[in-house]
């Protein structure tokens, strides 16, 4: 099962091929092509997860910018509503992206990450706040 941090949910959303390493990058697509919306996924907290695996920042179960990474996580899983151990399917980590995370609250918990001055993860959650709300509801 593909092993999840909480903030790599907006990421993975974002992502389109920058990265650590080429095998980062090679990992990181392969992953993000296999998810669909019924792919079951599982919560990791304060622990690499699947798309840490090649990361060249990797030590172990760590990350060199351990500090950084930990506060990410634990902001994102609170506006999220969840926690290590829990599984769910990617269909649902984008819904509570959606509804759960506001743009101020992007800005303010993505804050220390180097990415977000490219505007690409911002735009991401535009679009899928916009396509959401216009969703006809059954
Ligand atoms: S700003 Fe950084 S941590 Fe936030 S979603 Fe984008 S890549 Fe992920």
């Known amino acids: 099962m593909i092993k999840f941090r909480p903030h790599h949910f907006l990421c993975t959303l974002s992502f389109e091929g920058k990265g650590y390493s080429p095998e980062f990058v ?26 840490c695996q090649p990361c060249p920042n990797r030590q172990g ?16 899983a609170k506006i999220l509503g969840v926690s290590g151990g829990e599984q769910l399917s990617w269909g649902e980590a984008l819904d509570k992206i959606a509804t759960k995370m506001t743009l101020e609250d992007f800005h303010r918990v993505c804050a220390p990450c180097g990415w977000k001055e490219l505007g690409v993860c911002e735009k991401t959650l535009r679009d899928l706040k916009n396509r959401t709300s216009t969703k006809p509801r059954k």
């Open 26 to 51: 090679k990992n990181y697509f392969e992953i993000k092509n296999s998810l669909t919306p019924e792919t079951v996924i599982e919560i990791v907290l304060d622990t690499a997860d699947s798309i």
């Open 61 to 76: 179960l760590r990350c060199a910018t351990e500090e950084k990474v930990l506060a990410l996580d634990a902001n994102h």
